[in-house]
């Protein structure tokens, strides 16, 4: 075990190499070629990837997969109560992309670029909210070239389909505006 440094290092010190520093592969059923642990005892990060090059143009962290039976190229799970799965968050204010691109070129139900679903009973399944009062955009926004509609709400349950509330006594504003080019 390292004491105030690294336990191992390794590096590429040739340009035109084209393999990793490091690679691991696990031949096990259920196995795991590279893992990162922090003991129960310790705070940190059991691993991290960081592109420090402005110029790249590759992902500084690549998952794919194969599999046909239900397997995800990435998966993140919580078990504590007060941590997110995932997080991705956009830093630069001057950076005009998304914090989270998703795309999806199935034509299967419920393959949906994203899709969210809530077991329990704490909040909803998809939650967009803005928190900045001077943020004159929508929290959701939704467009469509197709046929179908840009938005669309389906109760199979007990409730509404759809509702739109102002909770702030101060705003004059009408609850749904509607408009139409045609």
């Keep these: 075990k390292g004491r105030g440094d690294v ?4 590096l590429i010190h040739n340009e035109t190499n084209t393999h990793p520093a ?3 592969e ?3 059923n259920n196995g795991i070629g590279v893992m990162g ?7 940190g990060t059991a691993g991290a990837f960081i592109t420090d090059n402005p110029s790249n143009t590759e992902a500084t962290l690549y998952a794919s997969t194969s599999s046909n039976n239900g397997g995800t190229a990435s998966m993140g799970t919580t078990n504590g109560t007060q941590s997110n799965a995932g997080t ?3 830093t630069n204010p001057a950076n005009a992309f998304a914090a989270l691109w998703v795309q999806s070129n199935s034509n299967e139900l419920y393959s949906g670029a994203i899709y969210g679903e809530m077991i329990g009973t704490g909040d909803c399944a998809g939650c967009f909210r803005i928190n900045n009062a001077a943020n004159p955009t929508s929290a959701l926004y ?5 046929t179908g509609p840009a938005v669309m ?3 199979i349950g007990l409730g509404h389909a759809g509702q739109f509330m102002i909770g702030n006594p101060a705003n004059g504003g009408h ?3 509607a408009q139409t080019n045609g």
Excluded: C, D, H, Q
Excluded at 7 to 10: K, Q, T
Excluded at 37 to 43: F, H
């Design 142 to 146: 939704g467009e469509t070239n197709g």
């Design 88 to 90: 991705f968050r956009s």
């Design 22 to 24: 490091l690679y691991g």
């Design 7 to 10: 336990a191992g290092y390794f």
């Design 175 to 177: 609850a749904v505006n």
């Design 153 to 155: 709400g389906n109760n």
């Design 26 to 28: 696990s031949r096990a």
């Design 37 to 43: 642990y922090i003991p129960v005892s310790e705070i």
